[in-house]
């Protein structure tokens, strides 16, 4: 499996809005809080396994998709797509064990994510963005206001895209992929 080379920001950005493109400002958001934090906020150690058996039980059909998506900033963490990793033969349990060893706090991870949303709030008021400038610099206002908190993706995205996947660090991928 290759996985792209080019791991700048804005490269990694655009290739999501390109492949999901209902993206709403919280969408992006979430990207980025992926890209930043890793799966930091998800994990209940004692339920992931559990959980991930459940969600691969009910998963429904989706449009093609691959199985492994380099999340922005730079592609330290990754999103694993669960329909093409178990179609692939790959186990939930070694997906759930990567999940778990990946959920280590990112130190500074929410002041890069502040940082890269001014990028954000630029690059949707220059029109690349399925929102404009007023609703990036809105939605981060309120985020930065939080501290920057995890939230979950937009009711359009969700109804759009059916996603399944889970945040693990790029440096689980190699031995996952031979596992499964």
């Known amino acids: ?31 980025l809080f992926q890209g930043c934090c890793g799966p930091e906020h998800a994990v209940e150690r004692g339920g992931a396994q559990a959980r991930l058996a459940e969600e691969v039980a009910t998963l429904r059909e ?32 070694d997906l759930a ?40 610099r809105e939605y981060g206002v309120v985020q930065a206001s939080a501290g920057y908190p995890p939230c979950r993706h937009s009711p359009k995205f969700n109804a759009a895209y059916w996603p399944a996947y889970r945040v693990i660090a790029a440096s689980e991928v190699e031995a996952l992929v031979q596992r499964g």
């Open 62 to 93: 989706a449009e093609l998709e691959p199985m492994i998506e380099l999340l922005p900033p730079g592609g330290a963490f990754v999103r694993v797509h669960l329909r093409p990793y178990v179609a692939a033969g790959g186990q939930p349990v």
């Open 1 to 31: 499996m290759a996985i792209p080379t080019d791991h700048s920001f804005r490269h990694l950005l655009l290739a999501h809005v390109a492949r999901y493109p209902l993206q709403e400002p919280q969408d992006v958001y979430k990207l």
């Open 97 to 136: 064990a990567a999940f778990v060893r990946s959920a280590q706090p990112v130190a500074g991870g929410r002041r890069v994510l502040g940082e890269l949303w001014t990028q954000v709030e630029a690059l949707a008021e220059a029109g690349l963005l399925p929102f404009g400038g007023e609703r990036a």
